[in-house]
């Protein structure tokens, strides 16, 4: 029989603990983390994104890193290209083109153009 791991990155079912991270780029300069949480409330933040019909990219070593964001901050320059991959993705989806997201407001209630999960 297999004894379980003690890790402290799992849950009580010794699953990594799911993860979202909520990003809003629209009138910023550069991608804000906007809100991040696991288990429970990862599963609020992608609930809340596809009620206001916002996409959910799944990436989990892009989460892992933008999860140790603090909420409010930007993301670090080392994520610009990995986080412009997620928003092309988004664009193309959306039917826009760079710099629509400056002149396009976000339905009311919605707080982010992106949100990325694993």
Known sequence: MRRPVNNPYSNAFGKPPRQA???EYGQN?????TANGSDEL???IIAEARKHGVYVAEDPRL???LAQ???GQPIPEHLYTAVAVILSWVYWLRGM????????????GEASNNRTNN
């Open 21 to 23: 991270v909520a990003l």
């Open 29 to 33: 300069v550069t991608p804000v983390v």
């Open 42 to 44: 990862a599963e609020r």
């Open 63 to 65: 989460v892992a890193m």
């Open 69 to 71: 964001i603090d909420t």
């Open 97 to 108: 083109v760079p710099g629509d997201e400056k002149t396009i407001a976000a339905p009311e």
